[in-house]
C-alpha cells in the first residue's frame, strides 16, 4: 500500500476511528462513521467513509473478536484489522487509574475530534505502567476532570452515573455515547476531590467496552452494582446485534 505525504502524515491533519468487530460485525458501525465523516468536515477534508466500504474491507477476514482501524487524510484511507487485546482477567480485576501531568487544551478546535495528533495519548499511555497504573487520566486547564488516554470516565453516586461534558475538553467517545442513551447517566463538571465521594467508577471505549475501575488514586471502588449492570446490558446489546 502507498501513502500519499499529504497534510494527515506531515501534520496530524487526519482522522481515525477504531471499531471493535464481533463475530464479523463492526460493532455501532453507523455511529463510528457519523463521528469520522463529522471530523473529516471538521477538518475541511472532502471525502467519506461508508459502511459498504468497511463491509467489503471485511469481507472474507477472519474477524471473530478483533479491532478495526480506519485511517483517512486527505489522500489517503488506510484499513487495518487485529486482534481485540482486552481480556476477562482485567474485568475482573478492574484498572488502576492515576493522573496524567498532561493537561487537556479545552480551547483546542482538535480536541473533540479523534485526530491523529495523538501524541499525549500514546505517550501518557505507555507512561501509565511505570506508575503502576492501566490508565492515566487528564485534567483540562481549569483543573477539570476530562477524559483517560484511550478512554472516557464515569462514576457512579447514589445510584446516578455521572461523566464529564464534552465542553471539559475530551473525545466524544461511542461507547460513552451508548451509555448516555440506554442508562440515561448525567453529564456534570468534576474536580480531583469529587472522586473520594464517587461509590464506583468505569472507563469505556470502543474495544474493551465497560471496564469497572478497582482504584483511582488512593480511593479503592469496592462496590461494581450500577457497573455491573451496565456490562450485562452492554453483552447482551452485543449478543442480539452481532449474531455472526
Known amino acids: 500500500m502507498q501513502i500519499t505525504l499529504d497534510e494527515g502524515y506531515q501534520f496530524g491533519l487526519g482522522v481515525f476511528e477504531t471499531i471493535a468487530v464481533e463475530k464479523g460485525d463492526p460493532v455501532l458501525l453507523s455511529w463510528h462513521l457519523e463521528r469520522l465523516n463529522l471530523s473529516l468536515r471538521a477538518l475541511g477534508i472532502v471525502r467519506s467513509v461508508t459502511s459498504d466500504d468497511v463491509l467489503e474491507y471485511l469481507k472474507g477476514q477472519d474477524a471473530e473478536h478483533h479491532a478495526l482501524k480506519i485511517m483517512v487524510s486527505g489522500q489517503n484511507v488506510v484499513f487495518t484489522l487485529r486482534p ?74 447514589n445510584g446516578e452515573i455521572l461523566t464529564p461534558p464534552v465542553s471539559c475538553g475530551l473525545l466524544p467517545g461511542i461507547l460513552r455515547r451508548f451509555v448516555l442513551k440506554h442508562f440515561q447517566a448525567k453529564e456534570v463538571i468534576l474536580h480531583e476531590e469529587d472522586t473520594a465521594q464517587m461509590d464506583e467508577c468505569f472507563v469505556t471505549n470502543s474495544l474493551m467496552g465497560i471496564m469497572p475501575v478497582h482504584s483511582f488514586q488512593d480511593k479503592i471502588f469496592t462496590d461494581r452494582a450500577v457497573t455491573g449492570q451496565c456490562m450485562k ?12
Open 84 to 157: 481485540n487485546h482486552y481480556v476477562q482477567e482485567q474485568y475482573e480485576r478492574g484498572f488502576r487509574l492515576a493522573f496524567s501531568h498532561v493537561y487537556r487544551n479545552e480551547t483546542s478546535p482538535l480536541v473533540c475530534h479523534k485526530t491523529m495528533n495523538y501524541g499525549d495519548c500514546i505517550l501518557e499511555k505507555r507512561r501509565a505502567s511505570s506508575l503502576g497504573a492501566d490508565e492515566l487520566i487528564f485534567k483540562n486547564s481549569r483543573g477539570e476532570l476530562c477524559e483517560g488516554t484511550i478512554s472516557n470516565l464515569f462514576f457512579v453516586k
Open 233 to 244: 446490558e452492554y453483552r447482551e446489546y452485543l449478543r442480539v446485534n452481532t449474531p455472526g
